[in-house]
């Protein structure tokens, strides 16, 4: 019997309460000890071949017969009022199809409750109109014969600028999202300030970073019948079932949302496109099938970002190193539309020990492309400021910065005083130190031009999923297995684990397990695949539905066989029992030819999290660079990533994710940046030719230390998700490793060689004024 | 608007070809035009290729020292032993261009003509160098713009190879209508001025046919270039250096730096001090230290000017080796 049940989620970092209908578990949590056959084995990729060979069809692949092309036309202002816009040349232009703009555009409210086309645009880049065209090439002509009268207004892109009383405003009540900051306080940090022995302060700036997915976010959508059919480059194939659904006002039940394979996402991907609603629009008005993909440009301007920030923080601390209070201030430039800002203030909040903590997060409406989640929105920002100014401290007070962190470790949440479901971070900090040879740091060659340095930051995240997820887990009458289920490989390998799952429970070979996700034809709705939830999500729902079906499997084959269910096992495909105490040993696709076209339906669910605990994923990243004090040039040697993200279904995969994570960590770091002009409001290089994205050999020795404890109070699994955490620690690790070799704090990235060289140029001036005597 | 392509065998034909039709552009390897006329910052009516003209192939020994036929790809004279043992700073920037796939493609004529990379002349931006009124760089996003020999524009010349060829004396041969002519690598690149915004010499219609290098009696190159990243971006500042040595005395100095100016910049101040003298650290300090001494940054990229030492230190220091 389903069961209701109120449960707390947390998607990148906030948290709410929601519904779950879940059925009654099954299942229990394996031992922690126990060796498992499938999972936690180095199993290749069950799609990697296809992935390859190009025989996977991402949805940007798709061609579809009698298909029209769309683009958007885009501001060139990065505020203007839209005055007129005048479409009837581009409507006259042969092959073209539909053309949309604030005058016929439905009027259902889009992002902040504008309209999809509004009148006024806020950034350079804003949709203004979209065309469909037989080609590409005339989609393209058009946009240049549609004009538009548009009124500059002035524009705004600094966060804090934008508080100013005479800033231009981007909404009628102002730039400030909710018309306040987010305001978080625990303790009396004022209190605690005046009575701290050291108080170190600092502000942080962190650039505003691009997901350069390698596929262009887009959709194709067509019209089957009275269903419409959607093959959507998304993380969250039934947000978009059910967002496409509302604007053309179907069920749910009428909209098919496809998404097998896709090029990235990093976040940005999570909710629905203006692309995607477009492309439905128009496909209903021109009947036709509709490919909507941005372009690279379009990709970099206007399909989400990691917001950039000025963070203000003030750290005070007792001379032996108890965290005292933690102060932080922090603006994020939200871009346009974007109508929530990520936690800046999550690390200082959670990560210590520390009684007084305050954090007010300014969200702040700028003229530049909406920001959207990427690879633990908020947490990156924040570590950077939090982990960077902790070293800080620890110089200030004579103290080693490992043991400054030991010393304020939190052995409880400090949200909420809850114990932790398992916590491995004092276990990454210990590996980490060791696997990079932290105690003897002091004797690397800081002598001559190129100096080298350790440093380390620490990682705290979520990953623990939540419900609701449901599962199906077919057996057929040759026993082949398939796997049912909504939810989306984003690249990660949910296809992978969640087949190692089905053969661990159900006892059958992986080689006769498919799994069928990237679908919501199937029904079987499961959340989106963001804030590192999928696998402790969907996966403990699939092994539910196989040990649903094991054991139908089981009663039906004791029937069969005319013995006790309770005498049989279900190993690689083979029924082993005893009947008449002699043995009994009979392969399961033997049994279920004999019973002609039968088929087993295991159902799953997820189950919700256990209350009175936090569950938190842990880590440390430890970092060798070298920097060229001539050039300015900082290389990563080295990366040690240690995490504890509980049970490790797959090495492979989990390796995956930390490379993954710890180069976009490093690209931040070291060189990427959106820019944007600052006379004109338009990004200046909104491309791969001049947004610098880490190259191969850019990449440094990236060491991957796996805690790999089972967490038995959490889900059926033991695990938690680990697709964030890698990203997480890695810039601060990098700049306090190049203050450990230069001796220069930085408190603003990309290092590029401009900031080092300017930085290097003052320290030699200051270090000449120190010898000389002279002041100021 | 139809493009017409016409993929000529000879120089002489596609010479012809190229006046009988408005709106032509040569084409070699195309990895700077193709790209530009998907952005429509050019739009030919008509393409030439070049590519089938065996007469500009080849890198070959003459009397006079090295030809280098306008189609050979950087990745051919990177890995040509001739270029790499006697031309070492040609070879190290070649290498140090694009990435593999591009130097397979990119030939060195074309580099020659290589276009802008200013963001902002690429970019959605109607600037100076592209007819406009304003040069949007020098106010704007100028970490990467020139620091010396700037006019109304402050863009860099984005190749490498130029620089190598410009410290190795190169001449660059050109082909206009009937005639040919040799022009000095040092005179063949120009700062974009009013009136003539062009980043080079040729004429409408002027095609590069060969690069003539000469023959040094005892001679060392390198090549040094500073990134963003590791590979497969613009230079940030690179350097040409090239001394010729008597005994063991620098008898001749050329010092080219890319990345500084609208033109591969010559260093003359650096190569002065260097001349009767050994190469000790002393004499290579002074030769860094008196680099582009003149040198107007802008707002944010006076590190150029030290990061140009340093790659002259680092250079001269690896000739002493």
């Not at chain 1, 002598?447 to 440093?455: A, D, E, F, H």
Request: with cysteine; proline share 6%; charged share 25%.
């Amino acid at each position: 019997m389903a069961k209701l049940v109120k449960t707390k989620v947390e998607v990148e970092g906030e948290v709410s309460e929601e519904y779950a209908l879940v059925q009654e578990p099954l299942t229990t949590p394996w031992d922690v000890e126990e060796e498992l056959k499938v999972v936690g084995k180095p199993v290749p990729r069950v799609d990697g071949e296809e992935r390859a060979s190009g025989a996977a069809h991402y949805p940007s692949d798709i061609r579809l017969p009698g298909m029209l092309h769309a683009k958007f036309l885009r501001s060139p202002y990065p505020h203007a009022r839209v005055r007129r816009i005048d479409t009837s040349r581009a409507e006259q232009l042969p092959g073209v199809r539909a053309v949309m703009s604030k005058d016929n555009a439905p009027a259902t409210p889009w992002n902040n409750k504008r309209p999809i086309f509004d009148d006024v645009a806020r950034f350079a880049g804003d949709e203004v109109a979209a065309v469909a065209a037989d080609t590409l090439t005339i989609a393209r002509q058009a946009l240049r014969l549609i004009q538009v009268d548009y009124e500059p207004l002035p524009f705004v892109l600094d966060p804090e600028a934008a508080l100013h009383d005479d800033a231009p405003k981007i909404y009628p009540d102002g730039n400030l999202l909710d018309g306040e900051p987010t305001k978080y306080e625990r303790g009396d940090v004022e209190l605690a300030l005046a009575e701290a022995d050291v108080v170190v302060e600092g502000t942080f700036e962190t650039p505003t970073q691009v997901h350069n997915s390698l596929e262009t976010h887009g959709s194709v959508v067509t019209w089957e019948g009275d269903q419409v059919v959607v093959y959507d480059s998304t993380q969250n194939v039934f947000g978009v079932r059910d967002c496409v659904a509302r604007w053309l006002g179907l069920d749910r039940n009428r909209v098919r949302v496809v998404k097998q394979f896709m090029g990235g996402g990093f976040g940005s991907k999570l909710g629905t496109g203006k692309y995607t609603v477009a492309a439905a629009l128009l496909a209903k008005r021109t009947g036709r099938p509709i490919r909507f993909f941005l372009d690279r440009t379009e990709e970099n301007i206007a399909a989400g970002h990691r917001h950039a920030t000025r963070q203000y923080l003030r750290v005070g601390a007792k001379r032996d190193g108890t965290l005292l209070a933690i102060d932080l201030r922090s603006y994020t430039a939200l871009g346009a539309y974007s109508a929530w800002g990520a936690a800046v203030g999550g690390p200082a909040r959670e990560l210590y020990n520390c009684a007084n903590v305050r954090t007010y997060e300014y969200n702040v409406f700028t003229n530049i492309g909406p920001q959207s989640a990427f690879r633990a929105p908020g947490y990156v920002e924040g570590m950077f400021g939090l982990e960077i100014l902790m070293d800080e401290l620890a110089g200030q007070l004579g103290m080693d910065p490992l043991e400054l962190r030991i010393k304020n470790y939190a052995a409880r949440s400090p949200l909420n005083n809850l114990p932790y479901s398992s916590n491995g971070l004092l276990d990454t900090y210990e590996e980490g130190a060791r696997a990079i040879g932290w105690d003897k740091r002091q004797q690397l060659d800081r002598t001559g031009t190129r100096r080298r340095g350790i440093g380390m930051a620490s990682q705290i995240w979520g990953g623990a999923g939540a419900p609701p997820s449901y599962a199906r887990v077919q057996v057929q009458s040759d026993a082949s297995v398939t796997v049912i289920t909504g939810t989306q490989d984003i690249g990660t390998g949910t296809k992978t684990i969640l087949a190692q799952i089905t053969a661990e429970e159900l006892g059958v070979p992986l080689d006769k397990i498919r799994v069928e996700i990237g679908d919501s034809e199937w029904g079987l709705y499961s959340i989106l695949s963001g804030g590192s939830m999928t696998a402790a999500t969907v996966g403990p729902a699939v092994r539910e539905a196989a040990a649903d079906a094991k054991g139908q499997l089981i009663n039906l084959a004791a029937q069969f066989l005319q013995v006790r269910p309770s005498t049989l096992t279900l190993n690689d495909g083979v029924i082993r029992g005893v009947k008449r105490r002699r043995p009994i040993e009979k392969r399961l696709a033997e049994i279920l030819g004999e019973l002609g076209d039968i088929m087993v339906i295991g159902n799953g669910s997820r189950a919700p999290n256990p209350d009175g605990v936090a569950i938190r994923t842990f880590g440390a990243q430890f970092v060798e660079v070298e920097v060229d004090i001539e050039t300015g040039a900082v290389r990563v040697i080295k990366v040690v990533a240690s995490h504890d993200c509980g049970r490790i279904l797959n090495p492979l995969t989990t390796s995956s994710q930390i490379e993954g994570g710890v180069l976009q960590g490093m690209g931040y770091a070291l060189m990427e940046q959106q820019i944007v002009d600052p006379k004109t409001g338009v990004v200046v290089n909104p491309n791969l030719e001049n947004y610098f994205i880490p190259t191969m050999l850019d990449v440094p020795e990236i060491q991957v230390h796996m805690i790999d404890r089972a967490d038995p109070n959490i889900n059926n699994l033991g695990a938690k998700g680990v697709g964030e955490p890698p990203i997480i620690p890695t810039a601060p690790a990098i700049v306090n490793a190049v203050y450990d070799a230069i001796g220069i704090r930085f408190r603003s990235i990309p290092l590029t060689r401009d900031r080092v060289l300017d930085a290097l140029e003052r320290q030699q001036t200051s270090d000449i004024r120190q010898q000389t005597g002279v002041s100021g | 608007m139809a493009l017409d392509f016409t993929s000529p065998q000879t120089l002489d034909e596609a010479v012809r070809l190229w006046h009988a039709a408005p709106g032509s552009f040569w084409l070699a390897g195309g990895t700077d035009l193709v790209p530009e006329m998907k952005a429509t910052l050019k739009q030919p009516q008509r393409l030439v290729n070049l590519k089938d003209i065996e007469s500009l192939r080849g890198i070959a020994e003459t009397e006079a020292g090295v030809r280098i036929g306008a189609l050979a790809t950087l990745t051919e004279i990177a890995e040509s032993d001739l270029v790499r043992t006697r031309y070492h700073a040609l070879a190290e920037a070649c290498r140090a261009a694009a990435s593999p796939q591009l130097r397979n493609v990119a030939t060195l004529g074309g580099n020659l003509n290589q276009d802008s990379r200013c963001p902002y002349y690429r970019g959605a931006f109607p600037c100076w160098l592209k007819g406009g009124q304003v040069c949007f760089m020098r106010e704007g996003e100028n970490r990467e713009a020139s620091i010396i020999g700037y006019h109304e524009c402050v863009h860099v010349h984005p190749s490498d190879p130029p620089n190598a060829l410009v410290a190795l004396d190169a001449k660059i041969i050109t082909r206009m209508n009937g005639d040919t002519r040799a022009t000095p690598a040092m005179d063949f690149f120009r700062a974009p001025l009013e009136g003539d915004r062009r980043m080079n010499l040729l004429e409408p219609g002027e095609v590069v046919t060969e690069i003539q290098l000469p023959r040094f009696p005892n001679s060392q190159s390198t090549y040094e270039k500073a990134m963003d990243r590791a590979f497969w971006t613009f230079a940030l500042v690179s350097a040409a250096v090239r001394v010729d040595l008597e005994g063991d005395r620098v008898s001749a100095a050329r010092i080219v730096l890319g990345g500084v100016a609208p033109v591969p910049w010559n260093a003359q101040e650096a190569e002065e001090g260097l001349k009767g003298q050994i190469l000790s650290p002393e004499s290579v300090a002074l030769a860094s230290a008196t680099t582009l001494v003149g040198a107007q940054p802008l707002a944010h990229n006076g590190y150029k000017v030290q990061l140009a030492r340093a790659l002259v230190k680092r250079s001269l220091l690896n000739l002493a080796r």
